[in-house]
């Protein structure tokens, strides 16, 4: 478990992604009103919220998929809410792992993987094979699964391959959009592993919505809450627990946030011994 | 970035040659890294990494396969984030299948039409087998208890029929001006362009104005049948009719047969009336002859059995058209991808069926003596 430096502790740490009073509206019906977000540089940031909050929203606002009614959003410094912003350059220093995948259909797992590398660089074909090919050992893929088309692969695979193509340019961020989502137990543990493990080596910062408490529980660094169209409150498990407001408690310290906490008190007991 | 010392050395051989990389590392740099590390002579190097800054899996992949490929070569001055990248992924250094098929060309082709021909035979043995379901569903459904849903059968001939009207009849107004200008510009050079009126009577009750049609419905509704059906099976809406007790061929596919059949002699007489209609138009202002002329020169020239052909043919049109999209939305499986490929051949094979119905009828017609 990384104990990640909570970014009270290092002050002069500049967050990655910075949010300030985002407001998105659907017709008459307002998703977020005036929500604040920092993203610090390597961490894990877990994003809760009950059906409907607007963590995708929120998600496709930062990637610049929504245009926001009001609001400042910067990544790497950069301002996502100017027009003539480079999106491009920004572009290329994440990677975005789409709730479904979103893999291309009508490519293998190894082209998909290539796409970025060939949209962006001018590599050798055979570095292109090798990158690819090393990616999807990576995200623990079985070497064959390379020439498979997405079709051909179960829920978990496809995760893993769209995990393998988002990090295809070695990007510094990445957006994580219920990763664990579908998967079995087991499946869903081994992803918390490989995620933990990939922001250790590549040094990643993860925004990472989720509904499974296992997850928030075991590599979070830091977790957001949104409610009540912003961000209710951000901080630690631990401390989120704490707070005194119905819908957090209900959340954490509801039958199945106790039973994950359980799990997490057993996991480290186990670890520990 | 990387910058290339050649070592002096004493001679001896055994030395390994020393490659000073600088600067960062990284995905952006590969390409002149590759090169770099390519055109170093054969024999083991020693790669000296402590001055570098910045360091990306790609980067230690480079480094990682450099020292694979170059036994006895070694690392150093690398930071301990750069030995765990390094090892990272040495680790990921397995096997990988890149392209889906390395068989060669002309047996891929081969087996390819092979499959091709299968897939054919089997569609087809389907086909047969789906209409004859069809029909025996109808008529049970017909005598049970419950009957048609008419319900159903009346909202799909809105949507294939009354809402097609505007399309359709434009369409065979401006078929109707077609006909009567160019049948015109070509009897003037005999001076028999009265016999336009022929033309257009005879080319649109009999032929033109049901066959347009049909192929307008066959873009519009056969398209329409196998995208909805698709989706449903898709998202097991399909699958949950057949637990709730429902039978997805008596709810979904009886209505669109039956209301497509009954809508399309419809929807082709007032097709063949605006396509009159243009004509009509054209001879006016072009060739001077009166409406009223023009409608009694008409009642003349087409005898009732054009009328009756084109009718009889409708019903068989829309009947092969409904059944067709039906098929092709219940043939869906998998991904959203079959949808869209079975919706483009319920359109290319609706509206095949449809020219090749009516030419056997039209043979089939003048055989029994209607000509």
């Not at chain 1, 950069?78 to 999106?87: G, I, K, Q, V």
């Not at chain 2, 990682?64 to 070694?74: F, K, N, V």
């Amino acid at each position: 478990m990384a104990e990640a430096p909570s970014p009270a502790a290092t002050p002069g740490a500049a967050p990655v992604i910075s949010v300030r009073g985002l407001v998105n509206r659907f017709g008459s019906q307002l998703v977020h009103d005036g929500l604040d977000l920092d993203v610090m540089e390597g961490e894990i940031l877990g994003v809760v919220g009950g059906s409907g909050s607007g963590k995708s929203v929120l998600m496709r606002s930062i990637i610049g998929l929504q245009t926001p009614v009001a609001g400042h959003i910067t990544v790497f410094g950069e301002e996502m809410t100017d027009p003539s912003r480079d999106l491009l350059a920004v572009s290329r220093r994440w990677g975005v792992l789409f709730q479904a995948g979103a893999l291309f259909s009508g490519l293998t797992v190894a082209e998909n993987v290539q796409v970025p590398l060939r949209e962006h660089l001018a590599l050798s074909e055979t570095l292109m094979d090798e990158i690819a090919a090393y990616k999807i050992a990576m995200v623990g893929l079985p070497g064959e699964a390379g020439a498979k088309y997405p079709a051909q692969l179960s829920g978990g695979m496809r995760k893993r391959a769209a995990l393998a193509r988002a990090l295809a340019m070695d990007p510094a961020l990445l957006f994580l959009d219920e990763p664990t989502a579908g998967l079995d137990p087991p499946g869903a543990a081994a992803f918390d592993e490989l995620i933990a493990t990939l922001r250790d080596t590549m040094r990643l910062t993860i925004f990472l919505i989720t509904h499974d408490l296992d997850t928030l529980m075991r590599i979070c660094d830091r977790v957001a809450v949104i409610a009540e169209k912003r961000v209710l409150a951000t901080g630690t498990v631990a401390e989120l627990t704490r707070l005194d407001h119905p819908w957090i408690r209900d959340y954490f310290l509801g039958p199945r946030g106790r039973a994950a906490a359980g799990a997490r008190l057993a996991h480290a007991g186990a670890r520990g011994s | 970035m990387a910058t290339q010392q050649a070592d002096a050395g004493d001679g001896t051989r055994s030395e390994p040659r020393r490659v000073v990389l600088a600067g960062a590392l990284t995905i952006d740099r590969a390409a002149g890294l590759e090169r770099l590390l390519a055109e170093e002579p054969e024999g083991a190097l020693e790669i000296d990494l402590a001055a570098v800054t910045r360091l990306d899996t790609v980067g230690a992949w480079l480094v990682h396969r450099a020292l694979r490929d170059r036994p006895g070569s070694r690392v150093t001055g690398a930071s301990a984030d750069a030995r765990r990248l390094l090892a990272e992924v040495a680790e990921a250094d397995q096997p990988c299948s890149i392209r889906p098929d390395t068989r060669p060309a002309w047996l891929r082709e081969l087996e390819k039409a092979g499959a091709a021909v299968i897939a054919a035979a089997s569609t087809m043995g389907a086909g047969l087998g789906f209409v004859g379901t069809v029909l025996l569903v109808t008529v049970r459904t017909a005598v049970s208890k419950r009957g048609i849903r008419w319900h159903a059968v009346s909202r799909q001939m809105e949507e294939t029929g009354i809402d097609a009207l505007g399309i359709v009849g434009l369409m065979s107004f401006l078929i109707g001006i077609v006909i009567a200008q160019q049948g015109a510009v070509q009897l003037e050079q005999f001076g028999a362009q009265i016999y336009t009126i022929n033309l257009i009577g005879r080319a649109t009750f009999r032929e033109l104005g049901i066959l347009l049609t049909a192929i307008m419905v066959a873009g519009r509704s056969a398209s329409a049948f196998a995208a909805q059906i698709g989706t449903m099976k898709l998202n097991e809406e399909v699958d949950a009719m057949r637990t709730i007790g429902l039978d997805p061929v008596e709810v979904l596919v009886v209505p669109r047969v039956v209301a497509l059949t009954v809508i399309m002699p419809l929807i082709g007489f007032y097709a063949s009336i605006l396509a009159i209609i243009g004509g009509g138009l054209l001879c006016w202002t072009v060739l001077d002859i009166p409406p009223a002329s023009y409608v009694q020169r008409i009642r003349e020239v087409v005898p009732m059995s054009d009328f009756w052909i084109g009718m009889a043919k409708a019903p068989f049109f829309g009947a092969v058209i409904a059944m067709t999209g039906c098929f092709q939305g219940m043939q869906v499986v998998g991904t959203a991808e079959s949808v869209g490929q079975r919706t483009t051949m319920a359109v290319v094979q609706s509206i095949f069926l449809v020219i090749v119905l009516d030419a056997f009828f039209a043979v089939f017609f003048t055989a029994i003596g209607f000509v």
